[in-house]
Nanobody, 119 residues
Framework: QVQLVESGGGLVQSGGSLRLSCAASGSISSIYAMGWYRQPPGKQRELVATITTVNTKYADSVKGRFTISRDNAKNTVYLQMNSLKPEDTAVYYC??????????????WGQGTQVTVSS
């Protein structure tokens, strides 16, 4: 089995910072893209940032404030969130595109971690 375990969410004041972590474990042969998505209250899940071995991609709303990075040796992806705004309040989900032999390649999701930014 493959598991993604997130940590680092919490309550922070506007302008503050948080760092999210997501560690993948299990019978993993290779990890392609890893990323973060979020679901604000009453809204659909949306892309925040993704990272592959060659590039990164960010939603326009977080460019210049959030930084995604990964540690391939630890199968872990991070999201450094600075200058947080109340509109960043959401449940943040980790996603990974994983090759698990012999089953094949699939996308996996973490359980989600709550980020609340107070004004």
């Amino acid at each position: 089995q493959v598991q993604l375990v997130e940590s680092g969410g919490g309550l922070v004041q506007s302008g503050g910072s948080l760092r999210l972590s997501c560690a993948a474990s299990g019978s993993i042969s290779s990890i392609y893209a890893m990323g973060w998505y979020r679901q604000p209250p009453g809204k659909q899940r949306e892309l925040v940032a993704t990272i592959t071995t060659v590039n990164t991609k960010y939603a326009d709303s977080v460019k210049g404030r959030f930084t995604i990075s990964r540690d391939n040796a630890k199968n872990t992806v991070y999201l450094q969130m600075n200058s947080l705004k109340p509109e960043d309040t959401a449940v943040y989900y980790c996603n990974a595109d994983i090759l698990k032999l012999p089953a094949g390649r699939n996308g996996y999701w973490g359980q989600g971690t709550q980020v609340t930014v107070s004004s």
